[in-house]
């Protein structure tokens, strides 16, 4: 059964910054793409970031481009976002999220229905 869980979150003024972390248990995606989305109280899940495969390349929302890095670590089955210069609007639960349905894709999944694996969220509050 696979598990995704995410750690890392927590409260921070605005300005800071955090890292998250997404621990994959129960199947290697490491050819597959990884992404982060986020959900503030009232409002749809939002896409965040997405990292392909094995090379790396990634793909960021206008809203947190600069600001925030995705990364992974095959080797670990983790993915990771480094958030820096955090703003209120920044605020929601954060979401791992995962697919094997596209093995070795270059194709940015920015879509939720793009991914059939998530994780359980972690709150990321950021006080101004």
């Known amino acids: 059964q696979v598990h995704l869980v995410e750690s890392g979150g927590g409260l921070v003024q605005a300005g800071g910054s955090l890292r998250l972390s997404c621990a994959a248990s129960?199947?290697?995606?490491?050819?597959?793409?990884m992404g982060w989305f986020r959900q503030a109280p009232g409002k749809e899940r939002q896409f965040v970031s997405t990292?392909?495969?094995?090379?790396?390349?990634?793909y960021y929302a206008d809203s947190v481009k600069g600001r925030f890095t995705i990364s992974r670590d095959n080797a670990k089955n983790t993915v990771y976002l480094q958030m820096n210069s955090l703003k209120p609007e920044d605020t929601a639960v954060y979401y791992c999220?995962?697919?094997?349905?596209?093995?070795?894709?270059?194709?940015?999944?920015?879509?939720?229905?793009?991914?059939?694996?998530w994780g359980q969220g972690t709150q990321v509050t950021v006080s101004s």
């Open positions: 999220a995962a697919e094997d349905r596209t093995w070795r894709s270059r194709t940015f999944r920015v879509k939720a229905y793009d991914y059939n694996y």
């Open positions: 129960g199947r290697s995606f490491g050819n597959y793409p």
């Open positions: 990292i392909t495969w094995s090379d790396g390349i990634t």
